[in-house]
């Protein structure tokens, strides 16, 4: 099991850095009563555009949930309304490897050797600064590595993926970096969430990269042939029987159709083939050849059934 992290964003109080340390220490001697707890770090700056982060491991997902069901989340909870330093009420959970919540971005930067204050200074007072001024903007905060003191990371957080997509794709944050790059070793990585119809946006050199269009659309095919096949088997006949026009009725099986398949199939499908949709983990040609066999064999798994089950069908 991945070890799996809740980072959680605090306001910045220089007045009460030590009460958030005493927060964070009490939390850190629980670590051997709480099952899954591995430790905290706490991340504190000067600067206002920089927002206090306290991040929180667990030896997997089931251990993070069975803590924030527990007494001792909700103490830490109280703790920080106590002081003040709640910002955003809802923590970020993170998974090695895995994608963000949709409105977040983690940006990953190795930064060249002694210049880690610079760095600093100018994702405060370039990049974070500009963001702040886009709607929805809800925070940031950088994270250091526990491994490598040249590594560090972004939580961008916005209320909603398109408000940070229309950041990400920003005039203001193109022009801000290339002052950034003058400070890394390399170029930045940046993972963000789903799209709508479940194609995975990845920002890489902030330049968005997204799923194929051939896998999103044989992923789409996939689920709307038999949304498609079984809606029709029942609604047409319901139309004719209510005296619906038809031009009303063929619009109302598609607004019916979209939204099932936009909102329920799409998210749950394209997570079970993120291997294969990934713009990045599924771009070499093995794994994409294996996931169009996938697809081939069901779709005829799909049209087997039909065939056996006609009742479910408008042919039937």
């Known amino acids: ?90 923590m970020t959970e993170l998974e090695p490897g895995g994608r963000p919540p949709l409105g977040c971005a983690v940006i990953t930067h190795r930064v060249k050797r002694y210049q880690t204050e610079p760095f600093l200074d100018y994702q405060a007072n370039h990049l974070l600064q500009a963001a702040s001024q886009f709607d929805g903007y809800i925070g940031a905060t950088l994270l250091p590595s526990v491994t490598d003191r040249e590594v560090w990371t972004v939580l961008l957080k916005f209320r909603t993926e398109e408000e940070l997509t229309t950041w990400m794709r920003s005039e203001e944050r193109a022009k801000a970096l ?28 902030g330049a968005p990269v997204s799923s ?17 096949t079984v809606l029709l088997s029942f609604w047409n006949e319901l139309m004719m029987d209510l005296h619906v026009e038809p031009g009303v009725a063929s619009v109302g099986s598609q607004l019916i ?11 749950w499908v394209s997570r079970l083939f993120n291997w294969w949709i990934d713009p990045i983990e599924g771009a070499s040609a093995g794994r994409s050849l294996l996931g169009g066999a996938a697809m081939i064999v069901l779709y005829a798994l799909e049209i087997g059934f039909f065939a056996l089950v006609p009742v479910l069908t408008p042919w039937g």
Do not use: C
Not at 15 to 42: C, H, M, Y
Not at 192 to 203: L, N, Q
């Open 178 to 205: 290339p002052g950034l790059r003058d400070l890394l070793e390399g170029d930045f990585s940046t993972a963000t969430g789903h799209s709508p119809f479940g194609a995975i946006i990845r920002m890489v050199g």
């Open 1 to 90: 099991m991945a070890e799996t992290t809740a980072i959680y964003m605090i306001r910045p109080t220089p007045a009460k850095k030590s009460a958030l340390a005493r927060i964070v220490a009490d939390l850190e001697q629980q670590r051997g009563s709480v099952p899954g707890f591995i430790g905290t770090n706490l991340a504190v700056y000067t600067d206002d555009f920089l927002d206090w982060a306290v991040v929180i491991t667990f030896d997997s997902r089931d251990s993070l949930s069975r803590w924030l069901s527990s007494d001792s989340h909700t103490r830490f909870l109280d703790a920080l309304e106590q002081q003040g330093l709640a910002k955003d009420p809802e």
């Open 257 to 267: 159709a979209t939204s099932l398949v936009t909102w329920f199939w799409m998210p």
């Open 212 to 228: 194929p269009t051939w896998k999103i659309v044989m992923l789409v095919v996939l689920v709307l042939f038999p949304t498609v």
